[in-house]
């Protein structure tokens, strides 16, 4: 009796994780507030600390910029390898840009600043899709996808990468714990 209870419990544990392992992260671009510039360097340092994340469908992105200098321009592939920023598919200027990613593939980002772009101020950031990404992870049946709009826009995220997945693991985790003892 008591060892059936505690593996319902151990097993809605790992439920609950495993989907909570599912949700959005937030990522500040760069990984700092001030990442989103002209590189000082040749290095591509923007595009080197996207391909060094891993970006599932439902995280987003978040840009910290000053609002009068600059801008995120969303935009199609020929158009980041041009640095034509005449006609993005969106246009951010608010200086705290959130987008979140609805579908997987590659997204083309380039500063709308004049001559920035040409200067390497630009990003490519490859979106896997959320199945992918769990496979192998749980033998348990089959994760739901969350296909459905990130987490309420985070224009209050205060720059900092907010990555909810393993506070809330650790939450839940203790939480069982507390109901356990
Ligand atoms: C930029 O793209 C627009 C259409 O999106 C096109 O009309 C224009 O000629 C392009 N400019 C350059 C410099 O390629």
Same mark, same amino acid.
């Given at each position: 009796m008591a060892s059936m209870s505690s593996s319902l419990l151990f097993f809605s544990t790992f439920l609950l994780?495993?989907?909570?392992?599912? =949700? *959005?992260?937030?990522?500040? %671009?760069?990984?700092? /507030?001030?990442?989103?510039?002209?590189?000082?360097? +040749? @290095?591509?340092?923007?595009?080197?600390?996207?391909?060094?994340?891993?970006?599932?469908?439902?995280?987003?992105?978040?840009?910290?910029? =000053? *609002?009068?200098?600059?801008? %995120?321009?969303?935009? /199609?592939?020929?158009?980041?390898?041009?640095?034509? +920023? @005449?006609?993005?598919?969106?246009?951010?200027?608010?200086?705290?840009?959130?987008?979140?990613?609805?579908?997987?593939?590659?997204?083309?980002?380039?500063?709308?600043?004049?001559?920035?772009?040409?200067?390497?101020?630009?990003?490519?950031?490859?979106?896997? @899709?959320?199945?992918?990404?769990?496979?192998?992870?749980?033998?348990a049946?089959?994760?739901?996808?969350?296909?459905?709009?990130?987490?309420?826009?985070?224009?209050?995220?205060?720059?900092?990468?907010?990555?909810?997945?393993?506070?809330?693991?650790?939450?839940?985790v203790?939480g069982m714990m507390g109901f356990a003892f």
């Amino acid at each position: 009796m008591a060892s059936m209870s505690s593996s319902l419990l151990f097993f809605s544990t790992f439920l609950l994780i495993s989907s909570i392992s599912s =949700e *959005a992260k937030d990522f500040l %671009v760069g990984g700092s /507030t001030d990442s989103w510039k002209i590189p000082t360097s +040749t @290095s591509d340092t923007l595009n080197k600390w996207a391909e060094a994340n891993r970006f599932q469908v439902g995280d987003s992105l978040v840009w910290r910029y =000053e *609002a009068a200098k600059d801008s %995120v321009l969303q935009v /199609t592939r020929e158009d980041y390898l041009s640095c034509n +920023t @005449s006609n993005p598919i969106a246009a951010h200027k608010d200086g705290t840009t959130v987008v979140s990613f609805h579908r997987s593939g590659a997204y083309y980002f380039v500063s709308g600043a004049e001559g920035a772009c040409q200067k390497g101020q630009k990003m490519i950031v490859v979106v896997m @899709s959320e199945r992918h990404a769990l496979r192998g992870i749980s033998p348990a049946p089959a994760p739901v996808d969350y296909e459905g709009p990130a987490i309420a826009p985070t224009s209050g995220s205060n720059g900092v990468a907010v990555v909810k997945r393993g506070v809330l693991g650790a939450l839940v985790v203790l939480g069982m714990m507390g109901f356990a003892f």
